[in-house]
């Protein structure tokens, strides 16, 4: 029982119905669907990734490397969403709730105090967020951030990004 | 704000600011001041600023906290100038708040002349030189010979302190200290030696003879007296003239005659920082002349050599404190620019890694497209190390202009082709208006090209996030004023009011990731060379107008023929 996974929109219909005490964090339910604790979570968890497509948010000020990114990552049908600014991203964040968040710590550094803790948050609610960035600043706000050193190779980058993809889809591979 | 200053110890040359709150002083990485010492506590000492004053205390640290010398026992305050010691290491306290507190223009007037405030009225006018007139004897020496010795001596010192006063090499100083003591006293040799900080060791700095600077004969000078001096902190008088009856003095004093000496430590704010000496000796046969001995040196001597030397280890600490500010400085402005520098380089070097890595992909993928995306990329990158390099030339002395008649329309005219396939990449319309009555002027066509393409590309990158971006590039020819301008002007994110003034700053960018910070203080260089010069008017959210002017200079026909190597300013 590895797999991780966020789903909020799926969350949000939710809203209180589920009794958060045996919901277990990261598994999330459908409405609608008989609940019970043995098989219960697992069927609501994997009914909701049918639901959806995997998906990364980039945040990052250089065309080049979303660019790059896009690319890469697009032709293992994962939809991209893609922010220059902090708080765009964050926006996105929460309106397209990715599996993966790609994040320049240089943008993060400049944002605002509320926008940092909008990113640790999502990350606090099990969206993996790989920071890309100078040594191992921000580990305060980001705590299970993933952190790539400047200048990097995207070889690696991908593969630990599509591995993180990977592993929130999990559940859905292991009943296929 | 208060700050502490390493001058001595592992750490020295660096500067620590201190905030209001209570900052740690230790070995210890947790500490706010970290000292690189192994005499250093790992939590050594406290430093508290309350937005008014500093204070510290000690942490009951193994080897003592030490204030001006002086082991602190309880909390002291710091007052600007204060040496602090911990373990080996010394820092220097200065709050420029101490003095600056308050604004004395409130406290002191100028009184403007006017018919009710004309109460003073000037009695008499003195010449700065004449200050030193002071001292001069203008009576009868003989009537109070210790008046007459004190002026001399306050003359000396007057003099003391004009030679310290302005220099920043220390042997030069001293050379000035010692002729300055040549001309007050009979001595006939002298030297100083100043204390190595590290080895701790007298090396001898000036040495000087009645004669002249150079002698062979070689200065013996008494370890004994040395330590004494440097260890008590005092300064001596010796004699090897026997006082004792009981010896037979003639015979030695025939041999060797008399010598004398004075020996003074070289006492600064803080330590001894060298010591002075000065010698003399009575040949036995003026001896036998004089039928007993006289003292050449005498109490007064020590007295003054004593005051002399206090000015002169003054002057070195203020030297030595300097320079290593000065070091201090320059090397945070070498690692500012290694940063900065760095960091494009790495930004560049990003690129080239993604431009390969989507090249890669594309050729096992047999994906011409990504392909084909991958090498632009590359080839932007190379575009910009190259600005960067080429900026980085410029801004050095590397680069010489070198002026030649030329077409500046063609000139902007390849800037325009330029810049156009980066603004075809943002979507940015580029209207380029050449003015037809321009004739063939003397500039140099690189510089020209460089500052052009800096100025052009800054307008296409301002118009990234608008949706209708826009860059005019002209130019104009004002054979009256002759002057020509290249006018970029574009509709983009404007600049702050607040950075307009920072933008010829070096390694100032506002363009985040993408600027160097180089382009436009180069621009502006290679603008002043040509005897021209960059105007600037911007509104935030409005769009910028650079106007890049440039003196019309018609070659001349004796120019066209030898063609190149004249020189702009002429």
Known sequence: MSGRGYFPPIMAILGSAHDARVRPRGRHCLPGLPYSPERGNRLHTEVALLFSKPSVLIVDESAETREVLRTALARRGTEIWEATRAEEGLELARRHHPSVIVLDLEIADQASDAIQAGFGAAETAQTPIVLLGSARRGTQTFPTGQFVVKPYHYGPLVRKIESLLDEVRRPLAEDA | ?570
């Open chain 2, 1 to 570: 704000m208060p700050s502490l200053f390493v001058y001595q110890g592992q750490d020295q040359g660096a500067l620590f600011e201190l905030e209001e709150g209570t900052l740690g002083v230790g070995r210890d990485k947790a500490n706010h001041i970290q000292i690189h010492d192994t005499e250093v506590s790992r939590r050594h000492a406290e430093i508290r600023f309350d937005g008014v004053a500093c204070f510290v205390a000690d942490l009951s640290s193994s080897n003592g906290t030490y204030l001006n010398g002086e082991r602190i026992e309880q909390q002291q305050q710091l007052s600007s100038g204060d040496r602090l010691q911990i373990g080996g290491t010394m820092l220097l306290f200065t709050d420029p708040g101490d003095n600056a507190s308050e604004d004395l223009s409130d406290k002191i007037d100028i009184v403007h002349p006017g018919p009710v405030s004309e109460s003073s009225r000037i009695v008499r006018a003195m010449s700065q030189r004449e200050g030193s007139e002071l001292l001069n004897f203008d009576f009868d020496g003989a009537a109070s010979p210790w008046l007459a010795r004190a002026r001399s001596n306050l003359q000396v010192m007057y003099r003391t302190a004009l030679a310290v006063s302005h220099t920043l090499d220390i042997d030069q100083l001293l050379n000035r200290i010692m002729q300055l003591i040549f001309e007050w006293v009979e001595a006939d040799r002298g030297c100083i030696m100043l204390l190595d900080e590290q080895s701790k060791t007298l090396a001898p700095k000036v040495r000087r003879n009645r004669q002249g600077h150079s002698s062979a004969e070689k200065l013996a000078i008494s370890k004994t007296i040395l330590d004494y001096v440097v260890g008590h902190n005092e300064g001596v008088l010796t004699s090897d003239a026997r006082e004792d009856e009981r010896w037979d003095q003639t015979a030695s004093i025939v041999q060797m005659g008399i010598r004398e000496a004075i020996c003074v430590p070289m006492q600064g704010r803080y330590d001894v920082v060298g010591v002075i000496y000065i010698d003399t000796s009575t040949t036995p046969q003026r001896v036998i002349q004089q039928r007993g001995h006289q003292n050449k040196f005498t109490d007064e001597h020590l007295k003054l050599m004593i005051a002399i030397a206090h000015q002169a280890a003054l002057a070195v600490e203020d030297t030595r404190y300097y320079t290593s500010m000065m070091q201090a400085e320059r090397l945070a402005a070498v690692g500012q620019t290694i940063a900065m520098l760095s960091h494009h380089i790495k930004n560049i070097l990003q690129g080239i890694r993604g431009g390969s890595y989507l090249i890669e992909m594309g050729l096992s993928a047999h994906d011409e497209n990504v392909v084909r995306k991958g090498w632009n990329m590359v080839e932007r990158n190379q575009g910009k190390i190259s600005a960067l390099v080429m900026d980085m030339l410029t801004f050095s002395k590397e680069r010489e202009p070198d002026p030649v008649p030329g077409d500046l329309n063609q000139i902007v005219g390849e800037v325009v082709e330029l810049v156009h396939v980066r603004a075809d990449e943002l979507k940015v319309a580029l209207q380029w208006h050449p003015a037809e009555d321009i004739p063939i002027l003397t500039f140099d066509p690189e510089g020209i090209h460089r500052a052009v393409l800096n100025v052009s590309t800054n307008a296409v990158d301002a118009c990234e996030e608008k949706p209708d971006g826009k860059v005019i590039i002209s130019t104009q020819y004002y054979p009256t004023e002759s002057l020509v301008r290249i006018v970029v002007e574009d509709n983009g994110s404007g600049i702050d009011p607040e950075d307009l003034d920072k933008i010829f700053t070096l390694f100032v960018s506002r363009k985040g990731g993408r600027g160097t910070g180089l382009g436009l203080p180069v621009s502006q260089k290679i603008l002043k060379e040509h005897g021209g010069n960059i105007h600037v008017t911007s509104q935030l959210g409005q769009g910028s107008r650079f106007t890049i002017e440039l003196p019309a200079l018609v070659p001349s026909a004796s120019i066209q023929e030898t063609g190149a190597g004249q020189t702009l300013k002429s």
